[in-house]
């Protein structure tokens, strides 16, 4: 029988495997990434807010909240900000492919970081498995993108998505140590609130307009917020209670294969995977199994 915590990982993963689809659909998004990035965001926290409105518990909490406790929440609210400012950013600069692997590549950082800092040992196995995912996004990375063809635009836009990839550990980190003591209502609704806030800022700064979306455009950023946003992020924000912070992060490279995929059967993408993506999926599932073998005590 699975586990709730592992079956909240799987469809968290299957839903934020929409994003980069869904994100391509969005008309505004070539043009103002920045803007579409902050209303995604921003529907999300709507879509909380009933939760903070209504749910008594809630309330309470996020009104006797430590400082301490919400200072940190705030801090992650703003990498979580950036995280989707340079991932927005850089899927007008590359493919969907490099984009999603790149911003995804956060183990790395995650694995060592959560073992010596959160105290989450990792066995030999786990760190197996963390490298052979790795070494599954590089072959996919090869499969997907040509290295000879690399234009400024391109190589600026992977840098983007690492950037993004970067952001996303501490979010990670952030959120797992977290999410012990702070239910998922308050954490998302403060984290996502505070997202909303820098995007906002970032959309003024760099005079992104935000009137410059059609009712088509907003309708799917709505499917945004509600998919990758509610069953994804909130999904796995909620499943980070209950999982190390290092397979939480290794689970996520699901989210490019399931992108592949869907960029296949995707009529405004038809993107085809080559045969480095299959191969390069199966090292990461592979790696993914390795990591939540053996959890140690």
């Known amino acids: 029988m699975i586990k709730k915590p592992y079956l909240g990982l799987f469809i968290s993963i299957a839903s934020v495997s929409f994003a980069a689809i869904l994100i391509k659909l969005v008309d505004a998004h070539e043009a103002y990434p920045l803007s579409v990035a902050f ?3 921003l529907f999300t926290t709507l879509l909380i807010l009933p939760v903070v409105l209504f749910h008594r518990k809630t309330r309470e909490e996020l009104l006797t909240l430590p400082r301490q406790t919400l200072g940190i929440m705030i801090l992650i609210g703003i990498i ?17 492919a490099s984009s999603v692997i790149l911003v995804t590549a956060h183990p790395l950082l995650v694995g060592p970081v959560s073992h010596v800092f959160l105290k989450e040992r990792l066995s030999k196995l786990n760190a197996a498995g963390i490298l052979l995912s790795v070494c599954g996004v590089v072959t996919l990375v090869y499969g997907n993108y040509e290295l000879s063809s690399v234009s400024l635009d391109s190589l600026l836009g992977n840098l983007l998505a690492i950037g993004g990839g970067i952001a996303a550990g501490f979010y990670i980190l952030g959120g797992r140590k977290l ?3 702070v239910s998922i209502g308050t954490y998302a609704f403060v984290v996502y609130l505070v997202g909303s806030l820098v995007l906002l800022c970032m959309c003024w700064v760099l005079r992104s307009p935000l009137g410059a979306i059609s009712t088509r455009d907003y309708g799917v950023i709505v499917l945004l917020a509600l ?3 509610i069953l994804g992020h909130t999904l796995y924000n909620w499943s ?22 869907l960029a296949i059967i995707a009529p405004w993408i038809r993107q085809i995977p080559s045969e480095f ?12 199994y390795l990591t939540a073998k053996n959890k140690p005590g």
């Open 39 to 41: 209303y995604r965001l």
């Open 80 to 96: 979580l900000g950036f995280h989707f400012a340079f991932w927005f950013t850089s899927l007008t600069m590359t493919s969907v």
């Open 179 to 181: 999410r012990k003591t």
């Open 227 to 229: 998919i990758p946003g």
């Open 240 to 261: 980070l209670k209950h999982v190390r912070a290092s397979l939480a992060s290794v689970v996520l490279l699901g989210e490019p294969i399931g992108s592949s995929l």
């Open 277 to 288: 993506t299959i191969v390069g999926g199966g090292i990461i599932l592979f790696g993914i």
